[in-house]
C-alpha cells in the first residue's frame, strides 16, 4: 500500500472504514463463512474481527492484520481500503477513474459483471430518459433509431436479464428521474413528436405493470428537473460509480468521487416529488394525459 494513500483525517478514516467493512463482508459472503470460520481462516481474533465490523466503527485493523487478511484471501491492501477497484495482488489495478470504448458482446458483459460484484449493495440508477430496466423494444428502437450504439443495446439486454431475476434477494435497485421525462413521453412532445400514441401507451402500462410488480425491491422516485440538475450515471453500490457518455463509458472507482455522487443521488431522493409509494398513481396519471 502506498504511503500517500493512507487516511490523514477523521474523515478520510470513517470513509476508509466504511469501505473496509463492506469488502470484508464481500469476503465473507464469497467464501460462505460465517464470522467464526472466516476469522480462523485468517489468523485473526473473532472478537477483534467484531469489533471492526461493527456498524458505524471507525477502527481499522494494524498494519500486520491487514497484511494478514491481504495474504490469506489474495487481495491486494488497497482493494482492502477502498484505493483500487480490482481485487488481485498485482499491480495492474484498475485506475481511480477510467474511460473504456467498448461494445457488442465486449459492453455486455462488462455491465454483467459490474452488476454480479454489486450484488448484496444497493444499485441506484438516474436515467438519461426512459429508464433501460423499464423501457420497451419499439421506444429503443425509436429513440437510437439513427444510432449504432452497441453499448445501447449492450444496456437493454442486461436489464431486461435483471428484470428476469428482480427482485434480487440480495440487491436493492432504486431509479431517480425527472417527473418532466415523462410528462414529455406522455404528451408526444420534443423528441417523442413523431413516436405514436399506441406505442406510448404501451411504454407507460409496461412501466406501470413492473413497477407495481417488483416494489419494494426496486423503487421509483422523481423529482422535479426544475427545482434540480442530474447528470445521469449509475452507482454499482460502493464499488463504482458509472457514467454513459454515448459511445464510451466514464468509469468512477474513487471512494472520494462515490461518496460525492452518492450524496447528490441522496439529496435528490430527499426532495423528490414522488416516492415509490406513489409512482403507481403518477405513471396512471400519464396514461391519462396520453395525447
Known amino acids: 500500500m502506498n504511503p500517500q494513500h493512507?487516511?490523514?483525517n477523521s474523515a478520510d478514516k470513517r470513509d476508509i472504514a466504511h469501505i473496509f467493512r463492506d469488502r470484508m463482508n464481500v469476503l465473507i459472503a464469497q467464501r460462505g463463512f460465517n464470522l467464526s470460520q472466516f476469522s480462523k481462516s485468517i489468523g485473526v481474533d473473532r472478537s477483534a474481527l467484531s469489533q471492526f465490523l461493527a456498524p458505524d466503527s471507525t477502527r481499522l485493523p494494524r498494519a500486520e492484520t491487514l497484511y494478514a487478511i491481504s495474504k490469506?484471501?489474495?487481495v491486494s491492501l488497497d482493494w482492502l481500503l477502498g484505493l483500487v477497484a480490482t481485487e488481485g495482488e498485482s499491480d495492474d489495478s484498475a485506475p481511480l477513474v477510467e474511460t473504456l470504448r467498448i461494445s457488442?458482446?465486449?459492453a455486455t458483459q462488462k455491465i454483467v459483471e459490474w452488476h454480479r460484484e454489486a450484488l448484496g449493495y444497493k444499485i441506484r440508477y438516474i436515467p438519461s430518459t426512459i429508464p433501460d430496466l423499464l423501457r420497451i423494444e419499439e421506444v429503443s428502437d425509436y429513440e437510437f433509431k439513427n444510432y449504432n450504439l452497441d453499448i445501447r443495446e449492450?444496456?437493454?439486454q442486461q436489464a431486461r436479464r435483471q428484470l428476469s431475476a428482480v427482485p434480487y434477494p440480495e440487491t436493492d435497485i432504486e431509479v431517480c428521474m425527472?417527473?418532466?421525462t415523462l410528462e414529455h413521453f406522455?404528451?408526444?412532445e420534443g423528441t417523442w413528436k413523431e413516436l405514436s400514441i399506441d406505442i406510448r401507451r404501451k411504454q407507460l402500462e409496461h412501466m406501470l405493470k413492473l413497477v407495481n410488480e417488483f416494489y419494494?425491491?426496486?423503487?421509483?422516485?422523481?423529482?422535479?428537473?426544475?427545482a434540480v440538475y442530474s447528470a445521469p450515471y449509475t452507482l454499482f453500490g460502493p464499488l463504482r460509480a458509472v457514467v454513459y457518455l454515448g459511445n464510451m463509458y466514464l468509469v468512477v472507482h474513487s471512494v472520494e468521487h462515490i461518496k460525492a455522487l452518492t450524496q447528490h443521488f441522496d439529496r435528490l431522493i430527499r426532495i423528490a416529488k414522488v416516492g415509490p409509494d406513489r409512482?403507481?398513481?403518477?405513471i396512471r396519471s400519464f396514461i391519462k394525459q396520453l395525447s
Do not use: I
Not at 409512482?279 to 403518477?282: F, G, L, S, V
Open 216 to 226: 419494494p425491491t426496486f423503487r421509483l422516485f422523481f423529482f422535479d428537473q426544475h
Open 178 to 180: 425527472p417527473l418532466q
Open 279 to 282: 409512482a403507481e398513481a403518477q
Open 6 to 8: 493512507m487516511p490523514t
Open 186 to 188: 406522455a404528451k408526444g
Open 72 to 74: 490469506s484471501c489474495g
Open 154 to 156: 449492450a444496456q437493454d
Open 104 to 106: 457488442g458482446e465486449a
